[in-house]
């Protein structure tokens, strides 16, 4: 279950240490995910402990996050290419939400959305885009997250679209998104600020 | 992804709906997890979202819960049969530890333990047995816990061990835990209270 | 391996049949894959041959499309939620990319691109963002793709984020995609064609 | 499927070999499972053939076991925390049962139970407490099992609840177990004899 | 983890039962595995015990095999689907084998054997093209299979390829195997007995 | 996702990299797919692209093959033990089918079968013997197939069967084919020519 390694040789691309050095440390990280975080741009920050924190988890399949909203902040839309998320509120409210895919008519694109409360439990199915958003223009919300992956991964939608590195051709965007090319233009010389970290 | 069926058909075991009438509450729970519950005997309460909660989770791997801790209190040595679980303490302080399998020594059933802060993150790996203990005889303690599976199971050793239905042969119990059979029947006389509920 | 069933009873959503009753035709479709079919607005169609058009490909993993391209036609940016593409090219050039995750630098979103000729390979993985793109003015173009699932899934992202079904609330949308509330409602009054058809 | 590289580098913890090196001997032991073992305390031993014995088994996910009973020996209660167990009776007779885990009642750790003879068949779900017990006071008794994992783990309750290495707090298991702590202190002092091996 | 429904309903194409209603039975079979069994023609019989014997195993992965081989009788050449399988020799001397894939020389089509005494364990990888023969011409030899799969399937080569309902076109199998088609016909007109049943 | 490692370590068998030094040719190939190629002795050639040329597709389950057929060519029975194809028609006329494993009756090695047209797909199920056939004297044909691993192998039945290194036992072979040894000694004395390359 574990792996451990002799070497510094990597499995799933992170390193493996010699089983018979396993302790308690390789499964705990002082995370700290009672403290709020600083805030950012969109008004959130997600502080994730998956395997790249504690390597005890690889190959396990589970990580944990916390994730801070400040008064109107939201976690944008974006997707886990490799997981589920099931997520609880522990402070304040969160209007959230996730959209089908192209299935056919009358699922295409469906979105399923909901206020949700203190205690209160949703689930983002694998892949699908989604997002929360704290309604509340005075206080700020906090949500505790788990993903079924010690890897789930994270893609802000309009960071990968228009922040890519180097951008995406603007012939391809701009009729992607049915806007002029200017549009386009103006929006990959934005900051786009990753709320994943 | 979603096992949604016509006639009352179960996948998994849980009963399935007709996928035209999916809508945002398949997905979610009011589970209250922001709550305390009243402790039990062994002064703790799990409070576990699964898929028999929220239809939506099945085939999804994931689930979560909430445990409160009575000062004292311990969510006793159980297993999760088909789940790795993550855990972070919200409020108060756990010693928490897991023990490994029969492996050739030195490894053989070590105890890899912690005492958790709030804000803290432990994993315990898929199957093996793990307790909390809260060591704080004043104040309570509170964790949020996520399991890489939409069933996990959880068998609280003691009362599977000596509070199954109907009970296992007081010979093999005695010679398993090499103590008298009157002890083995005393200790089946008492009642295993399930703090999983 | 197949999921056939007495009652019309579905298996991961699909119907399943009595297992006394398969045949050929169970593994077969007259899907016209040879043949040119006419674009859409953005220029390209999918036709995907998956568990909806083949039955006995339940719970098999694996799905084949063509896909066709108008001169200066594209698949949009899109994502698979549940399986990874490989793609060639049988027919003029494409020009075809994905976006890495929310990575540590220097892998932060990343875009890998490549211009393809007749013959070129391609793999798009599991769950991240992709297109493809004919730069040629005056000749189409067209690829076979395969992905891992029967059933996999296809996220167009300007539909899903601009085009769902109720619309995502402008407040979210302004803020992530950092414009103005009257640019998103412009392009929540767009129509926003689907190209997997 | 293998897992054979050319530095003595680890796969599953598991050392690796250069492909182009394969031979029958990778996928064979001379295992002496037709031979009786002497057994231990409990009157048990189990002679597991796994992917420590037979490095070819590496992700096949499958092993095999000869388990011998002295007459009134048991194989005590323990789980296998990745594997689902499949017997055999070869000589005797055997009482086995497996407890299911806190559902719901009336299936709350409810114990299946069973007496075998020669040549039937019974089965171990993955995880769940089970046993095997000689209730013949002159004969001894053989099985084989397999198990649907190259590495499935054991755990001797017992000894992982009491036998740790370093002892869960006898704080912990005073309450959990219901008795007084010096019976805790009474059994952590005991050997706990591993009888897979 | 058990399939178990109210209606007469199928998963993986067996039958579930209401899981109010499980017991011992479910996981048990009176198999009769300690017997030897009357060979066929080639002097072999394969008893297996998988999940349309033991309805408790499905989803759970492995099954178990007795197989009987009359003096100089051979299990022929054949393949598990879905499965690999571990054998150990329970009576007399095998000689077995498997031939791997179409990889790169000097690793295509080679053939692993070796000479098996009682005790011996042998894994076949799944999919892989296996046989075992009793080479002594006055002794019967027994094996214990285990498979990695509740519904592992067999495919016997010559069964599959020259008594197939309706037959092969002999145009395909004489180019294939380089004989003349009144081979193949005179082949086709064979009974090819199935020895797993 | 990508198993990247530092050092030249193999996961699954194949070379890994530096994650830091991931780019756009680690997901391509210039495969020439588009280009028939010369056929042999059968009368077809099957190119494969999996994990041995595009590295980024360890782990991401899938492969993409062309297969010309001469005319009256034949990709003779085969299987591919660790995945199931979907197969389409580029060109030509195919006569393909595949024969289910040792099934109760009336399903036992029944062959299901299909005249295949441009444009037409076909599934062969993951481990079952399929064939493909040009029935057309006069002109070659083409398919592109789609396979659900990065590593499927490609079992050739006859090859294996009869020219494998060292050869199996014509005893075996010669009382598992039901004819004389001088026919099994004449098979394995013929050249059996790989179409996989």
Chains 1, 2, 3, 4, 5, 6 share one sequence.
């Not at 805030?39 to 390597?55: D, E, F, R, W």
């Not at 939608?157 to 180097?166: E, K, T, Y």
Request: with cysteine; net charge positive; proline share 8%.
């Amino acid at each position: 279950m574990l792996h451990l390694l002799y070497a510094p040789v990597r499995v799933n691309g992170f390193v493996c240490k010699n089983p018979m050095k396993v302790n308690a440390d390789d499964f705990f990280k002082a995370a700290n995910l009672d403290k709020p975080r600083v805030t950012n741009k969109v008004g959130s920050n997600v502080t994730l402990i998956n395997v790249m924190q504690i390597a005890g988890l690889n190959t396990l399949g589970i990580s944990i996050a916390r994730i801070d909203y400040a008064p109107l902040g939201q976690n944008p839309p974006h997707t886990h290419p490799r997981a589920t998320e099931i997520l609880t509120v522990l402070e304040g409210t969160l209007y959230v939400g996730f959209v089908t895919s192209n299935q056919p008519a009358p699922n295409r694109n469906k979105l399923l959305s909901k206020v949700l409360n203190k205690g209160d439990v949703f689930v983002f199915p694998v892949g699908l885009i989604h997002f929360q958003f704290n309604p509340n223009p005075h206080q700020p919300a906090v949500a505790i997250a788990a993903l079924s992956s010690q890897n789930p991964g994270a893609i802000t939608i309009a960071n990968a679209v228009f922040g890519s590195d180097p951008p995406i051709s603007d012939d391809v965007l701009a009729k992607a998104f049915q806007v002029e090319k200017n549009t386009i233009d103006y929006l990959q010389a934005q900051f786009w600020e990753n709320n994943h970290n």
